[in-house]
């Protein structure tokens, strides 16, 4: 379809169902795509052949660093997400641009690795079309305008949002949608990792690509067990926040990379890869020499992995259970976790900016013993998770943009869909 009746069909509320599914606003939703449509009509001209896709930010819920040790996780997409108006351009080059980022032409003839595009976007999308082509799978060229509400630098993972979009572009043009979810994320992990350079397990992409709360086991990444978790926070009178520290993320990444080094030499120790595959039995038995060989800080770092691997799946069982009394005591134990063992709340580099650890503070006292807080994603700098309740919600947001600043916190709604098409 082209321009005019695409934003007719917006207007006309012919997508509704689905946006009830992905948005807390339908309306604004709503106004967002038709604005998308007008500026894709504005830098390629109007098409008979305009789709509309779609790829969710996500929350890690439990299993703080453990998916690069091959461990269980419970994730969650969230109701941020990137969204692509895009056109088949019958052509070997694709040209995208993204809101707020230079235009982006690529000739798909050369799917090559370009070490000057190291964390840049183009190498993305090249090592995306790469697997596509690796895999067997149909590609073509296209002509895409993007915009995504993912906050950057929040640990929502807007670079795998983007990563599953271009995967579900991919799989909705030119393969009628018949790539599983799984396939896409590794495909998504896989460019990130070889393409853009940055070293991830596959926790990001699998829950973008998955959608809802999802439980992960990646005992064998090449085969992870999914399962999905119904489960209402609202029901239970809760909202899950996230709150934005505004901390630096400049010069962490040898902060990011000491966790899976010093993983990495506890299980070598063992005559093993990854920390998953270490009996824990054995591990105990060998902390003395341990801390001799590899200092204290690494053996505390295993200790978090071998509970916060069981913790994952007792959160998954709580949820099931309908126990989220139980669950907000294992978030809680999570965070404790990560503070003390994994040691991953602060930057030994800047010891002065302490943000993560402000906010944990923070929040703790003003729940006084209710809800429950934890460090988000990778750590260091950026945001924590907490589960606030719905009573108490505007007061926590007054008190936390207080100190962090206007709209530091932000109330994240669990979405049950991942990387999808609108249009279809």
């Known amino acids: 379809m082209n321009a005019t009746q695409l934003k007719q069909q917006l207007t006309d509320n012919v997508y509704r169902s689905i946006f009830e599914r992905l948005y807390q606003d339908c309306v604004v939703a709503k106004d967002r795509y038709i604005t998308a449509v007008d500026r894709f009509v504005g830098l390629f001209g109007d098409r008979d052949n305009l789709r509309i896709f779609s790829a969710p930010g996500r929350t890690e819920v439990g299993g703080n660093h453990t998916d690069h040790q091959h461990g269980r996780v419970l994730a969650g997409s969230v109701d941020m997400d990137a969204v692509a108006v895009v056109s088949d351009n019958h052509s070997q080059y694709v040209r995208l641009l993204s809101e707020g980022y230079d235009m982006i032409e690529m000739d798909l ?21 790469n697997y596509f082509k690796q895999a067997g799978f149909a590609f073509g060229g296209f002509d895409a305008y993007v915009t995504s509400n993912v906050l950057r630098g929040s640990g929502l993972s807007s670079s795998a949002a983007f990563e599953v979009l271009i995967g579900s572009i991919l799989n909705g043009l030119f393969n009628a949608g018949q790539i599983d979810s799984v396939t896409i994320a590794k495909i998504a992990q896989k460019a990130e990792r070889d393409y853009f350079g940055k070293p991830c397990g596959l926790l990001d992409q699998m829950a973008c690509s998955q959608g809802g709360f999802t439980a992960i086991d990646f005992f064998d990444p090449n085969v992870p067990v999914v399962e999905k978790v119904a489960f209402d926070l609202t029901a239970h009178g809760y909202v899950m926040c996230v709150v934005d520290t505004h901390g630096d993320h400049a010069d962490l990444t040898r902060d990011y990379a000491d966790i899976t080094v010093e993983c990495r030499e506890i299980s070598r120790y063992f005559g093993k890869d990854f920390l998953r595959d270490v009996k824990v039995d054995d591990f105990y038995a060998s902390i003395a020499t341990l801390r001799q060989q590899f200092g204290d800080r690494a053996v505390l770092r295993a200790i978090h992995f071998f509970c916060e691997d069981v913790r994952a799946e007792e959160e998954k069982i709580a949820l099931q259970q309908d126990n989220f009394g139980h669950f907000l005591d294992l978030v809680n134990e999570s965070g404790d976790s990560s503070y003390k063992y994994l040691q991953n709340v602060y930057s030994n580099s800047n010891v002065k900016s302490q943000g993560l650890s402000l906010a944990l ?56 869909v991942g990387g999808c098409e609108i249009t279809q």
Do not use: K, N
Not at 116 to 129: V, W
Not at 385 to 403: H, N
């Open 109 to 129: 003839t050369d799917l090559e690795i370009h070490e000057e595009e190291t964390g840049r976007t183009q190498s993305l999308i090249r090592g995306c079309y």
């Open 361 to 416: 503070a923070l929040t703790e006292r003003f729940l006084g013993g209710e809800g429950a807080c934890r460090v988000h994603g990778g750590g260091f700098a950026g945001t924590i998770q907490c589960y606030i309740p719905i009573t108490r919600l505007e007061d926590y947001r007054r008190m936390i943009d207080g100190v962090f600043g206007e709209r530091s916190c932000c109330v994240l709604s669990i979405r049950p």
